[in-house]
Structure formats: structure tokens, C-alpha cells
């Protein structure tokens, strides 16, 4: 297992272009996070997933952000119509849980997609 | 205001100091305290994980939390080089077991040889 997986690192797109990001969780982890980080600032949060069922959504999730994860396993965050405000880092993260209450909040993360609109 | 409130630093440190980072928080439904280490270019990596109350020792690591107060602090005892990243404070209510963490800005540690 080698951890939680992002692709592309990186991704130069125009203003107004569509974009896709894929996040590949570790095995066992049955949820998944979207987070976005800008420079200087925590991450913040977007939506996550419970399997394959999106539960809940950040009010930062704009009608031009669009989030699945077909059959519980991988992860894609597609962005229509870039702006340059779009530009951060996007972080996916998974977790189990299958352990005790406690142990559900521990998130792992991957390295990010570094997303920069021109 | 924010939820969640950190010094952003920079902080610059020689090797072998001990470091105090801290975190304050207004959200009294928070239970679950994390401290979340980002090296450059790289995802936040946990480091300590707290539920309520107390103190916890990892290491050169200690973190502690006083929910009377809302705040809680990172320890780092004898520092190295290799501690130089920005520490983020991470909290949860739980509230959903889901991971709905809500960070700080992070604070940007560097120690010096």
C-alpha cells in the first residue's frame, strides 16, 4: 500500500477550460475527501464520500465543481469553466471506518494536484 | 472570525530549542484535536491525534488541549532541521464520523543548524 495517490501533480489550464483530477485512496479506506488549500491558508474542506455515495458538500462546491466516486474506489473532481480563483492546491484524503469512533478521524493525504489557471 | 485561529509565523528557531505552536478555537462542540505536519510541495502528514481534554506524548512530541480555554498546543523538544515545515492544527466535532476537519492557517516552522 502505498498511500493515497494524486493525479496529475500538476496542471496548467486557460481561463474557462474544463479540468479533471483523479485521486486514488488507500485500499482498505472506504471514505474519501476533497479539500482545497490556497498558499498560506489550511485546507479546506469540499465534500467527501462514504463509498460511493457523496454525503456532504461545502458550500465552497460551486454548480461548477462536480465530485464522484463510481463503485466506492477512485475518486475524480472535475472543474468547468476554470477561473483564476480556482487556482490552489487540491488535496484528497481517505479514511476508515471500521475502526472505533475515535480512530474515523484520522484523515491520510495524498500530495495534491497543484491546479494554477492562466 | 475564523473557527480555527493560528499564528502563521514564520518561526525561526535554532537547532535543539523547544517549540510551542498553538491553536484557538471558538467552536465548543470541537473534541477531536489533530496537528498535521506539510513539508513543501507535499500533503499534511498527522502527527498527533487528541480526543478532548488532556495531554499526549509522541516522541519529541507533546500535544495538549484545554477545552476550558479553547486552545491547544504543539511541543517540539529538541528540535531538529528536519522539523522545519508548517504545522497545521486540525479539529472535528465528530459530529458525522466523518473526516470534516477544520484547519488553522498554519504555522511555518524553520530550524536552523
Known amino acids: 500500500d502505498t498511500g493515497v495517490s494524486q493525479d496529475p501533480r500538476h496542471k496548467i489550464t486557460k481561463r474557462g477550460q474544463n479540468v479533471t483530477f483523479r485521486c486514488d485512496p488507500i485500499?482498505?479506506?472506504?471514505?474519501l475527501y476533497w479539500y482545497r488549500q490556497t498558499l498560506g491558508q489550511g485546507p479546506e474542506f469540499l465534500t467527501y464520500?462514504?463509498?460511493?455515495?457523496?454525503?456532504?458538500k461545502s458550500r465552497l462546491l460551486s454548480d461548477r465543481f462536480s465530485a464522484e466516486r463510481p463503485k466506492g474506489s477512485f475518486s475524480t473532481l472535475e472543474i468547468q469553466r476554470t477561473e483564476q480563483g480556482d487556482s490552489a492546491m487540491y488535496l484528497c484524503?481517505?479514511?476508515?471506518?471500521?475502526?472505533?469512533?475515535?480512530?474515523?478521524?484520522?484523515?491520510?493525504f495524498g500530495s495534491g494536484t497543484q491546479l494554477s489557471v492562466l | 472570525q475564523k473557527e480555527v485561529e493560528q499564528d502563521p509565523g514564520p518561526l525561526s528557531v535554532p537547532e535543539g530549542a523547544i517549540v510551542s505552536l498553538n491553536c484557538t478555537y471558538s467552536?465548543?462542540?470541537?473534541?477531536?484535536f489533530m496537528w498535521y505536519r506539510q513539508y513543501s510541495r507535499k500533503g499534511p502528514e498527522l502527527l498527533m491525534y487528541t480526543y478532548s481534554s488532556g495531554n499526549k506524548e509522541d516522541g519529541r512530541f507533546t500535544a495538549q488541549v484545554d477545552k476550558s480555554s479553547k486552545y491547544i498546543s504543539l511541543f517540539i523538544r529538541d528540535s531538529q532541521p528536519s522539523d522545519s515545515a508548517t504545522y497545521l492544527c486540525?479539529?472535528?466535532?465528530?459530529?458525522?464520523?466523518?473526516?470534516?476537519?477544520?484547519f488553522g492557517q498554519g504555522t511555518e516552522l524553520s530550524v536552523k543548524p
Open positions: 485500499s482498505e479506506h472506504n471514505r
Open positions: 464520500f462514504q463509498n460511493e455515495a457523496q454525503l456532504e
Open positions: 467552536n465548543s462542540a470541537f473534541q477531536y
Open positions: 486540525a479539529m472535528s466535532d465528530g459530529y458525522n464520523q466523518g473526516g470534516k476537519l477544520i
Open positions: 484524503a481517505s479514511s476508515s471506518d471500521r475502526g472505533n469512533f475515535a480512530t474515523n478521524e484520522k484523515l491520510f
